[in-house]
């Protein structure tokens, strides 16, 4: 006699299920200073969601917060690969932005590529001391 088939799992409900991929992004930005006759926050921020492996841009914000600003510069930016878009972006923002923030924006947006590739360079390994007590 056997037990109860509700007590064993068929082999379709003991599969797991593949857990949904989530893209991994990270956030890069980069700043400029502002003038101070401008304004009274002291630097232009750009932020940037972006895809380490591909250097795909998804999301990007400003501060101080800009509101026609941002919706000249996200369209520009969003889907931009770093740092290969940049000239293309750069050139954009020259022919379009005609504000006091142009060389902060554009400053910026530089900045922001500069820290991108920073994360890409190989980490630099430091040689073991031979004093070190965890080297023996």
């Known amino acids: 006699m056997t037990g109860p088939a509700f007590l064993i799992p068929s082999p379709e409900k003991r599969m797991m299920k593949p857990m949904p991929t989530q893209e991994k ?5 980069g700043m400029a200073r502002l003038p101070k006759e401008f304004t009274d926050a002291e630097v232009f921020q ?3 969601a972006v895809d380490p492996s591909t ?19 996200k369209p520009m930016m969003v ?7 940049l000239p293309d972006v750069l050139q954009k923002i020259e022919l379009q932005l005609f504000h006091r ?3 902060a924006v554009l400053v910026a947006v530089k900045d922001m590529v ?12 430091h040689p ?3 004093s070190d007590p ?3």
Do not use: C, H, T, W
């Not at 992004?25 to 930005?29: N, T, V």
């Open 25 to 29: 992004k990270l956030i890069f930005g």
């Open 55 to 73: 250097g795909k841009v998804s999301d990007v914000e400003i501060l101080p917060d800009s509101p026609m600003i941002l919706k000249l510069l």
């Open 46 to 48: 750009v932020i940037a």
């Open 114 to 125: 500069r820290e991108f590739r920073e994360s890409q360079m190989p980490k630099p390994v």
């Open 134 to 136: 965890f080297n023996r």
């Open 79 to 85: 889907g931009m690969s770093l740092p290969g878009d």
């Open 128 to 130: 073991v001391s031979s």
């Open 101 to 103: 923030y142009k060389k």
